[in-house]
């Protein structure tokens, strides 16, 4: 995409300098689960003009004059976007060259000495794209002149143009040798730095430059940037404050400010200011962005889908409302929309990072991905109606995830959870296996859907020492499992849950032995205050029911009596989860919140004992936390925890509880993640008042 060219006619530096705005970049991710790179507000980076006396003199000089007036002049109307970012790779252009390009290729081709001639039509080449053409006239207008200075930035900008930055850096630094205050080589140097990703290195740079030259908001607006960039954002809001009390109407620092209060989630401040924006150009591209972008975060994503739409309709060519569009398609799961959206917005920025990281996560998520995951557990628990338990697990599971339906992810497990109970009632091994097909299918952007079958294998083996049982029993062998949910966004911020299962209770012995299955029945409300707050609640009913067996009943008689049938429990309770993202940042985030837990199972102390833990009422209360985050290097970790009290039965002695989850991370390859994480904990709904301590070993690929 050829950029528009303008010539600013002020002299910072007593020089004719010219203006050469660039389309957006993004630089700086926000704060959420890999959501878009946010453009930066643009910027300027005037390009030297040949000094004066280079234009030569007499009739042609004016004429050169004259004309580059005619031809030029008209673009400064075209020079509303400013953008500190290069502009997009230019390998073949499309456009023609100019009148005064021609008139300067005639100069250098009577008189391949002509340094004006060079150096003028290096610049022009640029202004189009030929960032090849360009270099090959600037070296040849340095082996005219190898000191000139015009000609040698102008190489410099153009090799950065042309994504070539280590040679422009180089270029640059060897100006600098020579003229160490040079403004130019400064600005470039810092410029090139912020684009090859060192924005600590461009820092210092831009801190001296508005020391130097306070009246010029440029460089205060672009040393505002890098502290965005690096997430400083306290230090640029002081900058962008200071700079707004010298000019109020700056429309490039309001702009900066409001992407200030987006980063840091001050989301109403952000709004705020975007359409303040809007109320003085209703047309403002860059805040009807900002205005899409609070809006997704606000979780209404259908008007954010529509504003960028309209504005990818306004102007086909604009990259980062392309890639906003796309980022909102993928965001809706319209995976193929957002690949079309994309390969647009790159025929236009080869070069866009946006775009890159953008393209490697639709990659991702399309690839065909592999959890695995081994544990060791033992649980050591009193106060169980069967007796002490000293329960030994090893887990094993493995899960599919692939994404070959439209608007669906899908995903096949197998879970083996082989178990033994050393001592107690729950004595000899087990393997109960189980595989399951499951699916999300987003149906709209109010409506998902979500489902599963599968199958449980109980066994092998057989059972001693149920309760009224003289003569073991034969295991269950294999049971039918499966869940629906419907999950529906009644408004932007609520959305409704139900749902409804059946599913093996697999972690204990007995219960495998009997073959328990649960039947559950649950409605539940999701509410999001914010990006960063959210509440949820939960009621269900269960049923709980063993295979058939021969019950041994006496009945008074010398004889005793056998009852077929299954064994029921029936209960029901409520939850409720509170969470709160009390900071993101790249090495840390950190979550705090409350979890609460209440339930019970009906009949008294002679109801059936299915294998687990069933009393008439339990309650526990947590305090939660989480945090997670990088290390060093390829290492991170994941840590969650619950404090608070449970209670057994009511008017029972309120006990405390805990809940520890270290993790350790190592991401081996951008492919392949490995976790070695412990687990703490002193007590469990499904087991009782009891502790246990678990290790794991988890893997996670995309092949």
Do not use: C
């Not at 600005?187 to 306070?214: K, M």
């Not at 010298?246 to 989630?265: I, K, M, N, T």
């Not at 705020?272 to 972008?293: I, M, Q, W």
């Not at 039947?519 to 063993?546: K, M, P, V």
Request: aromatic fraction near 10%.
């Amino acid at each position: 995409m050829v950029n528009k060219l303008a010539v600013d006619f002020s002299s910072r530096h007593q020089n004719r300098r010219f203006l050469f705005p660039q389309n957006g970049k993004p630089l700086e991710s926000l704060p959420t689960t890999r959501w878009p790179a946010e453009p930066w507000p643009v910027a300027r980076w005037r390009l030297p003009a040949s000094r004066r006396a280079k234009l030569g003199n007499g009739l042609t000089s004016f004429l050169v004059i004259v004309v580059a007036a005619a031809l030029l002049t008209p673009s400064i109307l075209h020079a509303e976007r400013r953008d500190s970012a290069p502009p997009p790779a230019a390998g073949k252009t499309s456009e023609e060259p100019s009148g005064l390009e021609k008139l300067y290729r005639e100069r250098a081709a009577r008189n391949p000495q002509d340094l004006v001639a060079l150096e003028g039509m290096a610049f022009l080449q640029t202004r189009r794209g030929d960032y090849t053409g360009a270099i090959a006239s600037y070296r040849r207008a340095l082996q005219l002149a190898p000191h000139d200075h015009d000609a040698r930035i102008g190489l410099a900008r153009t090799m950065a143009f042309s994504g070539q930055y280590d040679a422009a850096l180089e270029d640059f630094q060897e100006v600098l040798k020579e003229r160490p205050g040079d403004t130019d080589a400064l600005e470039g140097l810092a410029r090139v730095y912020v684009w090859s990703a060192r924005p600590s290195a461009a820092l210092p740079i831009f801190q001296g430059l508005a020391t130097r030259y306070p009246a010029n908001p440029e460089y205060t607006l672009e040393l505002a940037r890098v502290n965005m960039h690096l997430h400083r954002y306290p230090e640029a809001r002081k900058i962008l404050a200071s700079a707004l009390t010298a000019h109020p109407r700056d429309r490039d620092a309001q702009l900066q400010l409001a992407y200030v209060d987006l980063f840091e989630g001050r989301h109403a401040d952000a709004l705020r200011r975007f359409n303040h924006l809007l109320v003085e150009n209703p047309s403002d591209s860059e805040a009807l962005k900002g205005n899409a972008r609070i809006a997704y975060y606000r979780g209404d994503l259908k008007y954010a889908h529509d504003l960028a739409s309209k504005l990818v309709a306004d102007d086909p060519h604009d990259v980062s409302a392309l890639l906003l569009l796309a980022n909102l398609e993928r965001a809706l799961h319209n995976t193929r929309k957002a690949q079309t959206l994309l390969a647009r917005a790159e025929t236009l920025d080869t070069r866009n990072e946006e775009a890159r990281e953008l393209e490697s996560s639709l990659r991702n998520e399309s690839r065909i991905t592999l959890h695995t995951s081994a544990s060791f557990a033992r649980e050591i628990g009193s106060g169980i109606s069967s007796g002490a338990e000293d329960l030994r697990t090893f887990g094993y599971e493995t899960t599919w995830g692939f994404s070959r339906l439209p608007r669906s992810n899908s995903y096949l497990s197998l879970y083996y959870l082989p178990s033994n109970g050393p001592s107690g009632s729950i004595q000899g091994a087990v393997g109960p296996s189980q595989f399951l097909y499951r699916q999300t299918t987003y149906v709209t952007s109010q409506l998902t859907l979500r489902g599963g079958a599968g199958l449980a294998r109980f066994g092998p083996g057989e059972l001693a020492g149920i309760p009224t049982q003289s003569e073991p029993i034969r295991s269950a062998q294999t049971r039918p499992l499966g869940f629906i949910n419907l999950s529906y966004a009644l408004r932007r911020k609520l959305t409704v849950d139900l749902t409804a299962a059946r599913s093996a209770l697999a972690y204990t012995p007995t219960a495998v032995r009997l073959g328990v299955m649960e039947d559950r029945a649950s409605a539940g409300l999701h509410y999001r205050f914010n990006s960063r707050t959210e509440l949820s609640l939960e009621s269900f009913l269960t049923d709980s029911f063993t295979i058939q067996y021969a019950h041994v009943i006496m009945l008074g008689g010398p004889t005793p009596e056998l009852s077929y049938g299954a064994d029921h429990n029936r209960g029901g309770g409520a939850s409720l989860t509170f969470n709160r993202n009390v900071f993101r940042k790249p090495r840390m985030a950190l979550d705090l919140g409350y979890s609460g837990l209440a339930y019970g199972f009906e009949g008294g102390p002679g109801k059936p004992y299915l294998g687990f833990f069933n009393p008439g009422f339990y309650q526990r209360h947590y305090f939660t936390t989480h945090t997670s985050g990088k290390l060093r290097g390829p290492f991170g970790y994941d840590f969650s925890a619950g404090i608070g009290v449970q209670q057994v039965e009511r008017g029972a002695v309120v006990k405390h509880a805990l809940l520890l989850n270290p993790a350790l991370t190592l991401r081996a390859s951008p492919r392949l993640l490995l976790t070695l994480g412990y687990t703490h904990y002193d007590s469990s709904p499904s087991l009782g008042t009891l502790r246990g301590n678990a290790v794991r070993l988890s893997t996670d690929w995309r092949l």
